[in-house]
């Protein structure tokens, strides 16, 4: 069976790589079903993870990459077949999900064992779920359905589609997640089931965004009606593919740290370009709903913060409670129809959750709002461990306090390098009208609270990094440095700039 499969592969890496277009390397395609119903035989488990990791990898088109390098025979005849075989495939996947594909997968994950997979009795050990599996089930879910909505004219079975499998998804994978999504925005699923496989997680978002995009073209007609579009605000949060929450998670596991995004960029194992130039595109046409999310995760973040510290539940009794929620929400602006808009941000308990309504102008959005959980978003990638870790003994910490020194010194460096420089001034086209953050917040909190608040909101904070990404890209291409022409990506940022700018001077 082992064999058959890496005979599949082989065939559908030589049409890949090798531009060959023969009969024999269509055979998955024209009969999907034959290798997904391997899947839900009997077998052993790494027997259908090798499967499954296969049919990803034929979503993707990205079977044969360890096996073939450097770049394909020039001038070949396009694979005039292509488009059908990816929806037959995307179909069939489909098909298998409905009949109860999932429910067959084994997802509990074994003790990782050297020399052995045999654990000692007294040895107690946790079994967790098997990420490999739920990266690669969720993949095939979300790229099927690209594919399949790429060629659907209709918004109305695009919808349908969409809530079947999200559902079906979402309560898959939400035994397997803890804290449970329940409790959280769904859009987060992207983020916690890929948060160890960044270029897996990339596929996951630029797919997701796909959808987005196609479902929105579809329902165009009907822009002008107020219900129709808190219907559909409802629908992308509720099924867990609202781009602007997925780019903010995003955001937030990477620790708003501009150089992750650089290497994103820099690097050609990931899809990273083509998604980040198709969101900054979406971004400047749907500010608005950018912004409004934004205000959202800082409340969310606030009731957080406020949670860990240990003062809800005195908050709730005490009288400067009202008056605490009354200038938080004026700070933040609240919309009507904003919980129709957001409808996960309705499910927080606490007194954060009741909204406002002030005629007073948006004022220190960035100053109140952007308030922070005292613990660090988890990194998407560990650059910088030993400043992330536990403390350690007391001798042992003399004894590696030289090197941390030195390393502290070392990323000081690198960031100078960065984020500093002489061509620093070349790259601001214009003066800001006004500065990002506010010195002085004109909300008064009636309560102090002993932990470590951001004095920042995340839109500001997104900003922030756009600004340093645009500064970063802007020295190494004058230098010759930057592998490919990013004068159009500078340009979105710098767009994205001036209308983060304007929204915050019409406040």
Request: overall charge negative.
């Amino acid at each position: 069976m082992i064999c058959s499969l890496e005979l599949l592969e082989l065939l559908i890496a030589s049409r890949i790589h090798l531009k060959l277009h023969f009969t024999c390397q269509r055979i998955l395609f024209l009969k999907p079903s034959c290798v997904l119903d391997v899947i839900t035989w009997p077998v052993e488990a790494f027997v259908k993870r090798k499967f499954i990791i296969f049919i990803k990898k034929c979503l993707l088109w990205k079977v044969g990459e360890d096996l073939c390098w450097g770049s394909g025979p020039a001038l070949m005849p396009p694979d005039q077949h292509l488009d059908v075989d990816m929806l037959a495939l995307a179909d069939a996947v489909l098909q298998a999900v409905d009949l109860g594909l999932l429910k067959t997968l084994s997802v509990r994950g074994k003790p990782p064992c050297f020399g052995g997979d045999e654990v000692q009795p007294a040895c107690e050990c946790v079994h967790g779920p098997d990420h490999v599996i739920l990266r690669a089930a969720s993949l095939l879910i979300i790229k099927s359905l690209e594919i399949k909505f790429q060629s659907c004219a209709s918004a109305n079975e695009i919808k349908v589609d969409l809530q079947s499998f999200m559902s079906e998804l979402l309560t898959f994978l939400k035994p397997h997640l803890q804290p449970s999504l329940q409790s959280h925005n769904p859009c987060e699923w992207i983020s916690r089931v890929f948060i160890e496989q960044d270029d897996d997680m990339l596929e996951a978002a630029k797919a997701s965004l796909g959808i987005y995009l196609k479902l929105t073209r579809q329902c165009k007609a009907t822009e002008g009606l107020t219900q129709e579009k808190e219907m559909w605000n409802h629908h992308t949060h509720k099924y867990g593919y609202n781009p602007h929450c997925i780019f903010l998670f995003l955001l937030k596991n990477i620790g708003f740290d501009s150089s992750v995004l650089l290497d994103f960029l820099i690097s050609s194992e990931t899809c990273f370009l083509e998604y980040f130039v198709r969101y900054l595109k979406l971004l400047q046409k749907d500010w608005a709903s950018f912004f409004t999310i934004c205000k959202y995760f800082d409340v969310t973040e606030l009731k957080d913060s406020i949670n860990i510290c240990g003062c809800s539940s005195s908050l709730v009794q005490d009288r400067s409670s009202n008056q605490t929620e009354l200038s938080l929400w004026a700070a933040l602006g609240s919309h009507r129809n904003a919980h129709a808009s957001v409808p996960w941000a309705s499910n927080a308990s606490g007194p954060l959750n009741q909204p406002v309504m002030s005629k007073e102008p948006h004022v220190t959005l960035q100053a109140a709002a952007g308030l922070s959980p005292p613990q660090a978003s988890q990194s998407l990638v560990d650059y910088d461990s030993s400043d992330d870790s536990e403390v350690e003994v007391t001798d042992q910490h003399s004894t590696n306090s030289k090197q941390t020194s030195l390393q502290q010194e070392a990323k000081k460096k690198f960031q100078d390098t960065v984020r500093t420089g002489p061509d620093e001034k070349e790259l601001s086209m214009e003066p800001q009208s006004r500065p990002l953050v506010p010195e002085q917040s004109n909300i008064n909190i009636p309560f102090s609270v002993d932990c470590d608040i951001s004095k920042v909101g995340i839109s500001y904070r997104t900003l922030k990094c756009f600004q340093e990404l645009q500064g970063a890209i802007y020295r190494l291409q004058k230098k010759n440095l930057f592998p490919y022409n990013a004068t159009a990506l500078l340009k979105l940022l710098k767009h994205t700039e001036s209308i983060y700018n304007e929204s915050m001077n019409s406040l």
